[in-house]
């Protein structure tokens, strides 16, 4: 996984921040929309190191969906590889922006996580 995706919301103004700072960066990456095309298995696992093993940090936990299938009282309850079919199979439940590749795995936008994250990246580079 070289290439850097970002999985956003149109709607979002944090996934708007998040794009607009990778491009006054010069960050180069493919914007994906999380709802119509989730991030894979691999990619979650990817992002789930990335996290330390914390899985509870994919999820939108402030999300109307997360709220609405009461996912604070079932997650407890379910395997690891329960929860990563269920966020790949459901873009709503996934934090965003979410950003997998390159050797980057985020989720939300902090600004100094991210410049920490893309420190040392020349111009452009994937």
């Given at each position: 996984m070289s290439?850097?995706?970002?999985?956003?919301l149109a709607q979002c103004s944090t996934c708007r921040d998040a794009t607009k700072w990778l491009r006054a960066h010069q960050v180069e990456f493919e914007e994906r929309a999380i709802r119509e095309t989730p991030p894979t298995p691999g990619e979650l696992r990817a992002v789930l190191a990335a996290q330390g093993g914390q899985i509870g940090r994919l999820f939108n936990s402030s999300g109307i969906e997360?709220?609405?299938l009461k996912m604070a009282e079932k997650l407890p309850a379910m395997a690891e590889a329960e929860k990563l079919t269920l966020l790949a199979g459901n873009g709503s439940l996934v934090k965003r922006?979410?950003?997998?590749?390159?050797?980057?795995?985020?989720?939300?936008f902090h600004e100094e996580k991210?410049?920490?994250?893309?420190?040392?990246?020349?111009?452009?580079?994937?």
């Open positions: 290439k850097l995706i970002v999985y956003t997360y709220r609405a922006p979410f950003v997998v590749g390159g050797g980057v795995g985020l989720v939300g991210w410049a920490a994250a893309f420190a040392g990246r020349s111009p452009g580079r994937k």
